[in-house]
Nanobody, 117 residues
Framework: QVQLVESGGGLVQAGGSLRLSCAAS????????MGWYRQAPGKQRELVAT???????NYADSVKGRFTISRDNAKNTVYLQMNSLKPEDTAVYYC???????????WGKGTLVTVSS
């Protein structure tokens, strides 16, 4: 069982920045990949960014050049630095982790990001 706790959401004006954090209860070397998804009202959950245990990253086209995902294995934590935020970035952001020992994905409860115009 892996527990994920997100933090860092909030209200920000367009053009502003926020940093999300997600702390995992499991040892990082057992987590192959971590990342962030988001779900806006009335829309499906979509991938934002992922990072592997080796540091490989992947981003949605809509956030490339604005968001940066990083990982601190010593703290079992993944971060999402969000710059140049737009109103369309407004969503609940969910952290996820793929736990290698049982091959399961785990999800956090989500943190709300609201970008005002």
């Amino acid at each position: 069982q892996v527990q994920l706790v997100e933090s860092g959401g909030g209200l920000v004006q367009a053009g502003g920045s926020l940093r999300l954090s997600c702390a995992a209860s499991a040892i990082s070397r057992s987590i192959n990949a971590m990342g962030w998804y988001r779900q806006a009202p009335g829309k499906q959950r979509e991938l934002v960014a992922t990072i592997t245990s080796g540091g490989g990253t992947n981003y949605a086209d809509s956030v490339k050049g604005r968001f940066t995902i990083s990982r601190d294995n010593a703290k079992n934590t993944v971060y999402l630095q969000m710059n140049s935020l737009k109103p369309e970035d407004t969503a609940v952001y969910y952290c996820y982790a793929f736990y290698a020992p049982n091959g399961m994905n785990y999800w956090g409860k989500g943190t709300l990001v609201t970008v005002s115009s």
